[in-house]
């Protein structure tokens, strides 16, 4: 094995599997983290009265009260300063965007106040704050709902960046998001709130917590490593369903954490595997996937026995229509092409 690789526990301890979609696995892991700290308290749009755009802080304001769980005005700029302010006080806010988009109401927040407030304090003054929501595309939104910002965001010192991807990932990262003592980034996305995947007793205990900065190998493989994240680690999990039935093992890596990037897990799996393909729904330009490869560049070059390929969103502003934002965003049979010229094995 791989030093940090982390790897799901449930395939060492024996334990009852049940199904969980990935929005009730961060509706629990807020209501726990809210019963466990009373310095926890959830602040965004339509978060209480309408129980989320989304439905994910459903039942949490019958529980814990207004005090708890704010409905703010539409101001992104507003109550985004009011929670990195409650939390310079010692507070734990969750800030909910209704979508990443509309975060660059208050980005400046974000960046300048919570990013860097604990180093240029000289360490005196921490920021523990979550600011979550849908990220990346959707379906049917346009050029300015549709934008990935793992990017925008990894590229900053001071946030740390998570984007998970089942409900265990959803769950045990946000617990973790919600205790860290530093401000957190936290990336969903829209499309996978109601999609259901297995979890164990131990992910449903209260204690359950994923190191952020630690990529988990969904599949093990020895010809091709796929990295991705969010929702495009269905698309390479399905991808290496493909690429199996031409004998292509390829190993699937869910990075869970763009800031801090798990280089170590990364590029052991490059120098077992030899190939790389990096997958993100986002920008190519200065997007995650360079930061990858650049990783590997770097780390692993004489390793490497084919060119890294890179399958990333098309360079330009998302099209409304859905035949043309298919076009724009990465798909399957991409990443299949991809591997396959990795692998030399494309017609």
């Keep these: 094995m791989f030093p940090g690789i982390v790897r799901s526990s449930s395939r060492h ?11 009730d696995a961060l509706n629990s892991a807020i209501d726990e983290e809210m019963a466990a700290d009373p310095k926890v308290f959830v602040m965004g749009e339509e978060v209480g009265e309408y129980q989320g755009a989304y439905k994910v802080t459903k039942g949490l304001l019958q529980k814990y009260g207004p005090d708890r769980v704010l409905d703010t005005p539409i ?41 860097k407030t604990y180093y240029m304090s000289g360490g005196q003054i921490a920021v523990p704050i979550v600011f979550r929501g849908p990220n990346g595309a959707a379906a049917g939104v346009g050029a300015q709902h549709s934008q ?17 991807y089942s409900a265990e990932d959803a769950r045990g990262l946000l617990k973790a998001a919600i205790r860290d003592p530093d401000p957190v980034v936290f990336l969903e996305n829209e499309l996978l709130y109601g999609e259901n995947f297995p979890v164990s007793s131990q992910v449903r205990d209260p204690n359950f917590t994923l190191p952020i900065g630690k990529a988990k190998v969904e599949r093990e493989g020895t010809d091709v490593t796929i ?36 280089r ?23 997007g995650v996937c360079a930061e990858v490869c650049a990783s590997v560049q ?13 399958i990333s969103g098309a360079d330009i502003p998302m099209p409304y229509a859905a035949n043309l934002e298919r076009l724009a965003l990465p798909q399957i049979e991409d990443i299949v092409r991809a591997a396959k010229r990795a692998c030399y094995r494309s017609k």
């Design 75 to 115: 101001t992104e700029a507003g109550f985004t300063g009011i929670g990195v302010g409650a939390a310079f006080q010692g507070l734990k806010p969750i800030v909910e965007f209704m979508t990443f988009n509309f975060a660059m109401q208050a980005i400046d927040h974000i960046i300048n106040s919570a990013a």
């Design 264 to 286: 170590e897990t990364i590029n052991a799996s490059v120098r077992k595997t030899y190939r790389l393909v990096a997958v993100e729904e986002g920008w190519p330009q200065h």
């Design 148 to 164: 990935c910002f793992a990017a925008w965001y990894g590229s900053c010192p001071g946030l740390k960046v998570v984007t998970p």
């Design 13 to 23: 301890l024996p334990c009852r599997r049940s199904l969980m979609t990935v929005r």
């Design 298 to 310: 770097e780390e692993t070059f004489d390793y490497l026995d084919a060119p890294i390929e890179r």
């Design 227 to 262: 990295t991705a994240f969010s929702k495009m680690v269905g698309f390479a999990l399905k991808a290496a369903d493909e690429l199996a039935k031409d004998g292509i093992k390829a190993e699937v890596i869910n990075l869970r954490s763009i800031r801090p990037l798990d």
